[in-house]
C-alpha cells in the first residue's frame, strides 16, 4: 500500500479528514508520495476511482502519479482517475458537451488575431507612444483573461496601460472581432478551454468527491475560480509558496497566501523532511529565501547525512571564459552527462554554454528548444493535411499562405473567405468550382475612422495579368486572382496549392498523403522560403552551403514524419496523434541545459547555475515589467534545490562584446558566498539603480 511507505507527516496528510487541506510542500519533500498516498487512502475508503480529479500543471505528472496508483491497485483502478492538467480535464469535458470544439494552439490563434489587427491602421490618431503590435496585444489578452475577472478589456487597458487609452477602443474592437470568429468557427485556445468549463461547472455537478490540485502555487486567478466553481466536497491541495515561479503567465501567489482565509476550517500541513539535496545544498537555499516574507512557517530537515561537498562559487574575469571554463569542467566531471543540469535564467546564457559544450563534443539538449513538432516545415506539413481532413479550418489557410511572398495574414484571410464565398460555404468548392458570374468574392470592409477601419478594395485587379504563366485554363478563370495586392509569385503560390489537393483527391492511406505533400511544387516553394531564411547572414546575404544544409535537415524530418504514418490507416487518427502529442515529444540526449522554468520538478547530481550577475540574475529589466526581487529569488531558490550532490555557481565580471563591467548577484551575499559589506551591498544596489534607469 502506497501508505506504508510514508513518513508520519506525508501519512498525516494523506490521511486527513479535513475536508479543505494545504500541503506545504518544499523542494524534495516528497509531494508525490504524498498525492499518491492520498489517492490510496481515498480508495480505501470506498471512493470510487471515477469521484477523484487530480489536476497537475503537465501531463507528464499526471501520468507519472496514475502509473504510481497503477503499481499499487492494478491498471484498471488507476485509468479511471480522472487526471489531468487543467486544460486537458477541461477539454475532455467540452468535448463530451461539444464534439465540434476545435482547439487550436496559442501560436495559431495568435495568426487569427493578427490577420484581425492588420487590418487597422491607427495613423489618424495623435498620440505620444507608439500603439502595440498585433502579437504584442495578443499577449496581453491572453494574460487579461487568466487575471482580470471584473474589468472588461477596454477600461483594463486604459487602467494599466493609461499612456494607450486613446488605443484602447481599438484593441477592444480588435478583440471582440477575434472572438466572433473564433465563435463562428468552432476554435478554441488554453483560456477559453478554461473560462468555457467553468461556465459548465456552474449548472453541472461533475461527480467528484475529492479534487486533488498540484502545484498549486502557480493557479492563476482564472484556474482559481474554476476550482472554487467546483466546489467539490474535498480539497487536497499541495504547492510550495518559495516555488511560485509564473507571475509572468498569471500566477497569484496570493491564492496559495489566502488558503485559509478562504477556508477558516482547512488544515494546513507542512512537509519538513527534505529527500533531495545534500546539507550544504539545503542550507545555502535557505539562506537566501527566507529573504523572502514567511506566508506559512517551515524548517526543513536533511535526511541525506553524508560528507557532502559544499556548494562552489567560480568568478571569472570575461563572460565566455565562463562559457568556456564550465564545458571543460562538465567534459572533466565523472558525473554521467544526463545527471549533469546547466540552468540559466536568460536564453543567453544557454546560447554560450551550448556553443562551449559542441566545441568538446559534449552531447546536449535544450529543454524549451525547438521540438521536431514546433519545426515550421513540420508544421506545414500538418497544416496541409488538416485542411485535408478539415477544410473549414481557416487558421491552417492563413498559416500556409503566410509562406508566400506578399501574402501576410489578413491578406490569407481575404482569400479564404473569398474562396469559401465562391463556393457558396466551401473553400475548395470555390478553388475547383467557383461561381464565376461574382465578379467580387471579397468582402467590402466597413469603414470606421474610430475603429481604425479603412476600406483598401478601391480597385480590384484583373486576371488577365497572369497568362504568361502556365497556369491551368480553368484556375485562370478563379475571379479569387482579382484580389488588388495578388502578385505573379503569390498567384503561383495559389496555383501550386490548387495543383496540390487536386492530386490529393481521393487518397486514403495517411503515408501517401504526407508523401504527396512533401514531394509537391507547393511544399518546394515553402522548403526553399524556410532554407533561405536559416542561411540568411546578417548583411542580407545568402550562404549557399548553409542553405543546402538546411534543406536536407528539411528532408530529414520529411521522411520522419513519413515513418510516423506507418502505424495509420485513418487520417483524423493520424493527425490526432500528431497534434495531441506533439508536446511530449523530446530529443536529444546528454547534458541538460534548463531555464529554471523548464527545471521545475527535476532534480540532477550535479547542477551549474551560470550567469549570476546583478542585472541579470536578478533580472532587474524583467522586475520592472511587472516581475519582483521575491519573485527572482524564488528562481533562484527551484534553481539551486535541483542539486542532489554537487553544486556549481558562476558569474563573469565582464562581458567584451558589450563592454560592459557586471557585479555579483544579490543572491550570492546573501548567501554568504560574496562579501556582505556595506560597500559591496551599496555597490550592488547603485548598479540596480542605474540597470533601472536604462
Not at 504524498?34 to 505528472?61: C, D, M, W, Y
Not at 495623435?126 to 482580470?148: C, I, K, R, W
Not at 559542441?358 to 552531447?363: Q, V
Request: proline share 3%; with cysteine; net charge neutral.
Amino acid at each position: 500500500m502506497p501508505l506504508s511507505r510514508l513518513n508520519e507527516e506525508q501519512y498525516a496528510a494523506a490521511t486527513s479528514s479535513y475536508a479543505q487541506n494545504l500541503i506545504i510542500a518544499s523542494a524534495g519533500t516528497g509531494k508525490t508520495s504524498t498525492i499518491v498516498g492520498r489517492i490510496g487512502h481515498l480508495l480505501a475508503q470506498n471512493i470510487q476511482p471515477s469521484e477523484i480529479l487530480l489536476l497537475t500543471f503537465t501531463n507528464k505528472a499526471a501520468a507519472e502519479m496514475v502509473a504510481r496508483v497503477a503499481e499499487y491497485f492494478g491498471a484498471g483502478v488507476a485509468k479511471q482517475i480522472d487526471a489531468g492538467t487543467f486544460h486537458a480535464v477541461s477539454y475532455r469535458w467540452l468535448k463530451k458537451q461539444d464534439k465540434k470544439v476545435v482547439l487550436k494552439q496559442q501560436r495559431e490563434l495568435k495568426t487569427l488575431f493578427r490577420s484581425v489587427f492588420e487590418k487597422r491602421n491607427f495613423s489618424h490618431i495623435d498620440a505620444d507612444v507608439t500603439p502595440y503590435g498585433g502579437n504584442h496585444l495578443y499577449d496581453m489578452y491572453s494574460f487579461y483573461q487568466n487575471t482580470e475577472l471584473e474589468k472588461n478589456f477596454e477600461d483594463w487597458v486604459k487602467e494599466k496601460y493609461e499612456e494607450h487609452s486613446q488605443f484602447a477602443i481599438i484593441y477592444a474592437d480588435v478583440v471582440d472581432e477575434f472572438e466572433k470568429l473564433k465563435h463562428e468557427y468552432g476554435f478554441v485556445n488554453f483560456n477559453d478551454l478554461l473560462l468555457n468549463f467553468r461556465e459548465m461547472c456552474k449548472t453541472k455537478n461533475l461527480g467528484y468527491k475529492e479534487v486533488l490540485v498540484d502545484e498549486y502555487q502557480d493557479t492563476n486567478a482564472l484556474q482559481g475560480t474554476l476550482i472554487d466553481v467546483m466546489n467539490p466536497p474535498s480539497l487536497f491541495c499541495v504547492g510550495d509558496y518559495d516555488q511560485s515561479i509564473y507571475a509572468f503567465n498569471g500566477a497569484d501567489i496570493g491564492i496559495i497566501g489566502g488558503f485559509t482565509k478562504k477556508f477558516p476550517e482547512a488544515h494546513v500541513h507542512t512537509l519538513t523532511k527534505n529527500y533531495r539535496s545534500s546539507r550544504p545544498i539545503l542550507s545555502l537555499a535557505t539562506k537566501v529565501i527566507e529573504h523572502n516574507e514567511r506566508i506559512y512557517p517551515k524548517q526543513l530537515e536533511v535526511t541525506r547525512n553524508f560528507d557532502a561537498k559544499a556548494p562552489s562559487l567560480i568568478a571569472f574575469d570575461e563572460l565566455f571564459d565562463q562559457y568556456h571554463a564550465m564545458a571543460a569542467m562538465i567534459r572533466d566531471s565523472q558525473t554521467p552527462h544526463e545527471e549533469i543540469a546547466v540552468i540559466f535564467r536568460n536564453n543567453s546564457s544557454a546560447d554560450g554554454i551550448e556553443v562551449g559544450l559542441r566545441e568538446l563534443d559534449i552531447p546536449c539538449k535544450r529543454k524549451g528548444g525547438t521540438s521536431f513538432f514546433d519545426a515550421r516545415e513540420v508544421k506545414a506539413i500538418l497544416d496541409l493535411y488538416t485542411l485535408l481532413v478539415n477544410e473549414s479550418d481557416m487558421m491552417a489557410f492563413i498559416h500556409l499562405f503566410e509562406f508566400a511572398r506578399g501574402i501576410g495574414s489578413a491578406m490569407a484571410k481575404e482569400l479564404y473567405l473569398a474562396l469559401k464565398t465562391l463556393g457558396q460555404g466551401s473553400m475548395f468548392y470555390g478553388l475547383y468550382a467557383p461561381d464565376e458570374s461574382m465578379s467580387n468574392p471579397f468582402e467590402k470592409r466597413k469603414l470606421n475612422r474610430q475603429l481604425g477601419l479603412f476600406d483598401e478594395f478601391l480597385e480590384l485587379g484583373a486576371v488577365g495579368k497572369y497568362a504568361k504563366l502556365g497556369f491551368e485554363p480553368k484556375f485562370m478563370k478563379n475571379p479569387v486572382l482579382k484580389h488588388p495586392r495578388l502578385t505573379k509569385e503569390s498567384a503561383t503560390f495559389v496555383h501550386n496549392f490548387y495543383l496540390l489537393f487536386r492530386d490529393l483527391k481521393g487518397v486514403k492511406k495517411p503515408s501517401t498523403v504526407v508523401d504527396k505533400i512533401t514531394k509537391s511544387e507547393l511544399f518546394k516553394y515553402i522548403a526553399d522560403v524556410l532554407a533561405t531564411k536559416r542561411a540568411t547572414l546578417k548583411d542580407g546575404s545568402i550562404d549557399e552551403k548553409q542553405k543546402t544544409e538546411a534543406l536536407v535537415r528539411i528532408e530529414r524530418k520529411n521522411m520522419l514524419l513519413r515513418e510516423l504514418t506507418k502505424p495509420y490507416s485513418e487520417h483524423e487518427r493520424f493527425l490526432n496523434a500528431m497534434i495531441l502529442g506533439s508536446s511530449d515529444l523530446t530529443q536529444g540526449e546528454g547534458v541538460n541545459l534548463l531555464s529554471i522554468h523548464a527545471s521545475k520538478g527535476l532534480e540532477y547530481k550535479e547542477v551549474y547555475v551560470v550567469d549570476l550577475m546583478d542585472g541579470r540574475f536578478p533580472n532587474r529589466k524583467l522586475m520592472q515589467r511587472g516581475g519582483s526581487l521575491d519573485e527572482e529569488r524564488r528562481l533562484f531558490y527551484v534553481a539551486v534545490t535541483r542539486a542532489k550532490d554537487i553544486l556549481f555557481l558562476s558569474f563573469a565580471r565582464y562581458d567584451k562584446v558589450k563592454k560592459q563591467n557586471f557585479l555579483a548577484s544579490q543572491f550570492l551575499y546573501e548567501a554568504g558566498l560574496v562579501p556582505k559589506d556595506d560597500a559591496y551591498r551599496a555597490m550592488v544596489m547603485k548598479h540596480a539603480e542605474k540597470e533601472e534607469e536604462d
